[in-house]
């Protein structure tokens, strides 16, 4: 039983052990075992580095050096990986600083209280907001109610310059930002830059290591502050940056503070005298004069760095950390009287001002515009540019410069050209040369829009070229079936013209259509015979056989003309008229009804000349046989003169024939000589 | 004795025969009047086979049968209609036009007026094409009037008339009930007005009349364009498209409402495609270098421009918009240039970007 429950909590001990994502190896012999002479080695460095770090004046650069040994031969302690974070935080190299605090907590993340703290601020450097506002809250909880005093602020101020970061992130500012180049900027702080109202001369100020003297001031681990400048060649571009020496440089620190807009008066720092004081220099020619102090009251034991001139020269605006502050460096006014000596300084008060750092001034020429630096206000991290004016006694709200003018590190030494387009400025980016650089800020303004051009089709018709000419439609050409039938009607022996009469008889029907008579003159006629009708023509003259013709106009065959000359012969012995209009059924003897008025222009004629004669006779074309065909001739001739008889003509004026095809009157090849030949003939025997 | 007897009745019968008229003394006349219209029908039947030419499309063969068949028949009023018709098509508008007019001496039929007004309104003769259309609608059919009213109606359109426009389509619609231009019309002119809505009612009738009408979907789009309506916009330009695929002035619009979404390859895409169907459409370059400029590829939004620019040397726009690219590659020079030339051809906010920032 008992065994059972060691053996338990060994496993427990061991899978406790073993879960972890990471081990934590602390500095002991026995994890090292086999290396103990480099072990001991090791402890020693750690020693060393230990008191670099925790001094007074924390070494983290030499510290970090030491560290870093030591991690290679144990890359695995939460609490190294911590340290080296923390002097990579201090030195300012945040991602380095990120990596290896991660490291440390994935360790044990237990390995520091301010472990959480320091990763928020470096995912805040890094633009990570959420990130780091997550972490912070996350550290806020992990504090005893006592811990959390210390604290609080500070985590509260870090949540919204996150929060404030975010915002201006989400709004950039449209800007040109150009790093000056490597003819200014090294990989040394390179800050503090004013430049004349023509934009053609710039002064700086940089650690590096051509500073006047050469030496490194120990407490900032930096080079010692030098005055730098450059100029603008043809092509517009700064040259290569130079170091005016002395006067205005020193062994010690030698910052720019500020520079009237032509160019011929600065104001530098010097951190030479009383903790740092202001001093003021003029370009004799070529030859800066020995700079001068301002005087007490701007100067004071106390730090004074950046300063500005107002137009007018008549007040200047510096930074002071003098304790009568709101706290840290605050920006303070002192006016000329009229004598040309300095008042007594005023602080510029709580609007601009805070209980943080604000660490530069810049006054505009236009008299009411300020630029300055500040570690308060709605900062986005370390120092911001923020723009106030000054009218009517009123400082109007300071408005942060906005993204990516102001970046999560110290943006600061804000100035700007006389013709406000460009700003000079410096800050810390990752594509940089390294430490500060100074970049020039074109302000851009409001985007312009650009402009589309688009178009429609309002109006149907125009889209669609649609056509509404119209055309008149066609004309129906009065198909005319007609015939006109015209002529001369004359005598058949003397030719001269004869005086006649033509009927016009609808066959169908037997009524007459019309009636007409030629012209006694000439003897010319004409008859219009529309269309539709079979037509029985007669034609009569005094003392003459009358004439008759068929003309069967029941199919329409459009608009012809045709000439007849008519003769008509005297009745006399032997002469012959055609019976046009007498019809039979086809191979039969029977009369067809529209031979009604041929037979009528017969009866009438016998009638008239009561003694007349006449022989009926029978011909056909030649088709079929001789014998058929005078049958059939014969008995179409009686059926003529039956019907006569029938109609009271008395018998013995009549005779009938049939002479079957013997006398043709035309041609038997056509089908047209065919149909002529095909007719029913009197002849007078006898008056 | 027989004789004279026999004469004397032969003749009292021949003029017995004499008096007796045909049944129908009216059919007489009508042969006479048939052989004359038989005798000069020459003209209606090349004035009929001028129709058959206009019909194929052979307008001076047409013209020249026209010519003929006024030839015989001076007074033909169809024939100078119908070569006024063809004179049209060939665009010699003044003898269309003075072959209208006589047309209208011979025979003053609304159609006439109706086809001579639009002759005189491709002539830009405004005054000469209202006064005809008013004669054509006052005396024509319903369709000639309904067709009248509306062309009266785009008269006045195209003399920004709109109030008067919209009341010659309520004719135009009052005569022709299904008159689907007259309601795509009306609601131009109502979108003229910035009556949206309104606009919105007609376009949408037209399109029940007629859902093939491609630009109709393009009108209503760039209303809901208007109202802000974006969705709504890209469908109906879409539509548009998908009934004329080479619909050009459809996908430069729907680009334009892309790139107010923001979504600028979509936009890219359409520009791209109106330039493949019309090569020489400035807008859609300036457009396309707009949406690049957008996507921050300035020196390939002023290649575009640069073409628009070729394209149309006057385009005030597109030297506006190739500053503004010019300006973010920091060519304040060239940007400056740009604008200047913006500002002459008369884009007045060119005038506030020199001032500001050019010497």
Known sequence: MKTKILYTFLILLFSGGLSLSGQNVSFEKSNFPGKEKLFKEVMKIMKSADKLYSADYPDYKTALDLYLRANSFNPNNAELNFKIGKCYFERKNFPKATEYLEKAKSLDEHVDLELNFLLAKC????????????????FRQTLDPQ??????????????????????????????????????????????SVVNADNSILYFTSMRPSTTGGGIDEIRQQYFEDIYFTKKDSLGNWEKAKN???????????????????????????????????FTSKLDGKVWTKPVSLGKNVNTAYHESSASFSFDFLTIYFVSNRPDGYGGHDIYRCKKDEKGRWGVAENLGGDINTPFEEASIFALPDGKTFYFSSKGHNTMGGYDIFKITYEDGKWSEPQNLGYPVNTTGDDVFFSISANGKYGYYSSRTKDGFGSLDIYEITFLGKEKEVVTNNEDNLLAFRTEGVKEEVIEKKVEIQDVNLMILKGTITDEYTKEPLPATIELTDLTNNKIVAT????????????SLPAGKNYGITVNSENCLFYSDNVNLTDKQGYKEVVKDIQLK?????????????????????LKPESQKELENLINILNEVKTLKIEISGHTDNVGSAKFNKALSERRAKAVVDYLISKGISADRLTYKGYGFDQPIATNDTPEGRQQNRRTEFKVISR | ???????LLLTTIIFGVKAQTGDNPAEVLDTIKTVSAADNQKAEKLYNQGIVQYQQGKYDEAVTKFDEAIKIKPNFAKAYFNRATCKAEQEKYAESISDYNMAILLDPAAKSYFSRGLVRYKMKDYTGAETDFKNAAASGTSTVKAQAFYYLGCVYFDGKKYEEAIKQYDKAIEAKPDYAYAFNDRGSAKRQLEKYQEALKDYRRAIQLNPQMAFTFNNMASVKKKLGDLEGAITDYTSAIELKPDYYIAYNNRGSVYMMKKEYNKALADFTKAISLKPDYAFAYNNRGNVKYKLKRYEDAIKDYNEAIKINPSYGYAYLNRGISKEMLRDESGACADWKKAYSLGIERAHSYVKAQCN
């Open chain 1, 516 to 527: 007409f008579e030629n012209n006694k003159a000439t003897g010319k006629y004409l008859v």
């Open chain 1, 147 to 192: 811990t959390i005093k210390e604290y609080e602020k500070a985590i509260e101020k870090e949540i919204n310059e996150c929060k404030t970061g975010k915002k201006l992130v989400a709004n950039p500012v449209r800007v040109y930002i150009k790093n000056l180049g490597p003819a200014v900027n090294t990989k040394y702080p390179d800050y503090s």
């Open chain 1, 244 to 278: 005016p020496g002395k006067p205005l440089n020193s062994d010690n620190h030698d910052a720019v503070v500020g520079l009237s807009p032509d160019g011929q008066q600065i104001y530098i720092y010097k951190g030479e005298t009383n903790g740092g004081d202001i």
């Open chain 2, 1 to 7: 004795m027989r004789q004279i007897f026999i004469t």
């Open chain 1, 123 to 138: 995912y805040h450097i890094d633009y990570k907001f959420d990130k780091a506002i997550d972490l912070l809250i996350k």
């Open chain 1, 570 to 590: 005297k009745i006399a012995v032997g002469s012959k008229v055609v019976l046009k209009n007498i019809f039979f059924d086809s191979g039969k003897a029977t």
